[in-house]
């Protein structure tokens, strides 16, 4: 059933940083090209979407079987749906069209089933007419969108000297202009910049005093004319010039298992960062830039949200997301500015979060899913339901609002919900 076109040896993943178009139909124009979407936020521009759901959910539109074992999410552009996964002995990348049948599936290298949570963790990334992914082992691949042909691969790791994580690569890598950024981490560099057209070394940026990478994304944030690569190393927030490479600034994150997951938020100057296990929590820190220096300083702590890898939404002045061990698997919803706890609620349990028009759409690890109005004076969950079974492991994946769906990933299956109106 599937067409496997195999492309033997190394892999790459790229985010790109596109222009963010609305995506108001389920066609052509659905328009998600990487990890959180065009603008990185978490956030869609669909609108007219379903204010409540039937007590069995909205429509189930499709249900696709057979894009292995894992946890990426979906991203989307040019009529076809990307996404990641453990087949067979194979890490495969696959592509769908807009109504779930497969199109192509390409081998990134070995299936990665090193520990009790195997399977891909880094989403796909649409960049053009080019798509770039990270397995969890360092293989970077570049593959033409559209049929899938390999225009280049190799190892990260094993090319920058970096230490995989004990639980192996998560990031989705990031597209600046003709630059692929990835972070291999270790004695050498910290983040490095790669020509997307040839893989060729651009620049590299020094260790972060031998840190390991985390399982968080890069992200692009540009203050007083300085722009920056934001990521979490296992220890810390790190800074990396994005025209140089030169280290900014290490800001020490500690955690338990050294597990910095969420990709670094930017807004007006300020870097939110938050992990879980009950340790660090959240900071908001505020950037303080001099020319091509900069570093940062701690504006608020709070231990109330210590977001474990499920995301976060930060929507009109406020941050949304589920704590791990400090609240218990409970939604929080804090002030941006301030860091007051707005509210703490149990909802349908801990896991993952998006949001389209006003709305959250939040789950938990164990296919329960929540509508919840996004709303910092109360919690207000207004519709759940839960997917069906048949998926493996819990259900992390980050779901996608796009083009009219809800687009979630359940282990082997993709389920795609019509939320229009």
Same mark, same amino acid.
């Given at each position: 059933?599937?067409?496997?076109?195999?492309?033997?040896?190394?892999?790459?993943?790229?985010?790109?940083?596109?222009?963010?178009?609305? %995506?108001?139909?389920?066609?052509?124009?659905?328009?998600?090209?990487?990890?959180?979407?065009?603008?990185?936020?978490?956030?869609?521009?669909?609108?007219?979407?379903?204010?409540?759901?039937?007590?069995?959910?909205?429509?189930? !539109?499709?249900? %696709?079987?057979?894009?292995?074992?894992? +946890?990426?999410?979906?991203?989307?552009?040019?009529?076809?749906?990307?996404?990641?996964?453990?087949?067979?002995?194979?890490?495969?990348?696959?592509?769908?069209?807009?109504?779930?049948?497969?199109?192509?599936?390409?081998?990134?290298?070995?299936?990665?089933?090193?520990?009790?949570?195997?399977?891909?963790?880094?989403?796909?990334?649409?960049?053009?007419?080019?798509?770039?992914?990270?397995?969890?082992?360092?293989?970077?691949?570049?593959?033409?969108?559209?049929?899938?042909?390999?225009?280049?691969?190799?190892?990260?790791?094993?090319?920058?000297?970096?230490?995989?994580?004990?639980?192996?690569?998560?990031?989705?890598?990031?597209?600046?202009?003709?630059?692929?950024?990835?972070?291999?981490?270790?004695?050498?560099?910290?983040?490095?910049?790669?020509?997307?057209?040839?893989?060729?070394?651009?620049?590299?940026?020094?260790?972060?005093?031998?840190?390991?990478?985390?399982?968080?994304?890069?992200?692009? !944030?540009?203050?007083?004319?300085?722009?920056?690569?934001?990521?979490?190393?296992?220890?810390?927030?790190?800074?990396?010039?994005?025209?140089?490479?030169?280290?900014?600034?290490?800001?020490?994150?500690?955690?338990?298992?050294?597990?910095?997951?969420?990709?670094?938020?930017?807004?007006?100057?300020?870097?939110?960062?938050?992990?879980?296990?009950?340790?660090?929590?959240?900071?908001?820190?505020?950037?303080?830039?001099?020319?091509?220096?900069?570093?940062?300083?701690?504006?608020?702590?709070?231990?109330?949200?210590?977001?474990?890898?499920?995301?976060?939404?930060?929507?009109?002045?406020?941050?949304?997301?589920?704590?791990?061990?400090?609240?218990?698997?409970?939604?929080?919803?804090?002030?941006?500015?301030?860091?007051?706890?707005?509210?703490?609620?149990?909802?349908?349990?801990?896991?993952?979060?998006?949001?389209?028009?006003?709305?959250?759409?939040?789950?938990?690890?164990?296919?329960?899913?929540?509508?919840?109005? %996004?709303?910092?004076?109360?919690?207000?969950?207004?519709?759940? +339901?839960?997917?069906?079974?048949?998926?493996?492991?819990?259900?992390?994946?980050?779901?996608?609002?796009?083009?009219?769906?809800?687009?979630?990933?359940?282990?082997?299956?993709?389920?795609?919900?019509?939320?229009?109106?």
């Amino acid at each position: 059933m599937r067409c496997l076109v195999v492309s033997i040896g190394c892999v790459a993943l790229v985010c790109a940083l596109g222009a963010c178009r609305p %995506a108001v139909s389920a066609g052509d124009e659905a328009y998600w090209p990487r990890f959180h979407g065009p603008r990185a936020d978490n956030i869609s521009t669909d609108t007219g979407l379903l204010e409540s759901w039937p007590d069995d959910g909205p429509p189930l !539109a499709w249900t %696709a079987e057979g894009i292995g074992e894992g +946890f990426a999410g979906v991203t989307m552009a040019r009529g076809l749906i990307y996404t990641a996964g453990n087949v067979g002995d194979e890490m495969i990348i696959t592509a769908l069209d807009m109504r779930g049948k497969m199109r192509w599936q390409v081998k990134n290298g070995k299936a990665y089933k090193k520990d009790r949570f195997p399977g891909a963790r880094g989403t796909p990334t649409i960049d053009g007419n080019h798509l770039y992914h990270e397995s969890p082992t360092g293989n970077l691949i570049c593959l033409n969108a559209k049929t899938g042909k390999r225009i280049w691969a190799f190892n990260m790791l094993d090319a920058f000297d970096g230490k995989r994580p004990q639980w192996a690569l998560a990031e989705s890598v990031l597209i600046d202009g003709n630059r692929l950024i990835c972070c291999p981490g270790g004695p050498k560099t910290a983040v490095v910049a790669l020509d997307k057209r040839t893989h060729k070394t651009l620049w590299k940026s020094p260790s972060a005093e031998g840190d390991t990478i985390s399982y968080a994304s890069p992200v692009l !944030a540009k203050y007083k004319g300085l722009r920056m690569i934001l990521t979490m190393t296992a220890e810390a927030l790190i800074g990396v010039n994005a025209d140089g490479g030169d280290l900014l600034f290490r800001h020490p994150h500690p955690t338990e298992w050294q597990v910095n997951a969420l990709m670094p938020v930017y807004h007006d100057g300020h870097v939110f960062i938050s992990s879980g296990y009950g340790t660090s929590g959240s900071e908001l820190l505020k950037l303080h830039v001099r020319g091509k220096t900069a570093h940062v300083r701690r504006v608020w702590q709070s231990k109330d949200l210590d977001n474990h890898h499920g995301g976060v939404v930060l929507l009109d002045g406020y941050i949304y997301g589920a704590a791990h061990k400090s609240g218990r698997g409970k939604w929080v919803c804090l002030d941006w500015k301030t860091g007051e706890t707005m509210w703490v609620q149990r909802g349908v349990g801990k896991g993952p979060i998006t949001c389209a028009d006003g709305m959250l759409y939040t789950m938990s690890e164990k296919r329960h899913v929540g509508l919840v109005r %996004a709303n910092p004076n109360r919690y207000e969950l207004i519709s759940r +339901f839960r997917i069906p079974r048949g998926g493996e492991g819990d259900t992390w994946a980050h779901p996608v609002v796009c083009g009219g769906r809800l687009y979630i990933r359940h282990g082997n299956f993709l389920y795609a919900y019509d939320v229009r109106k």
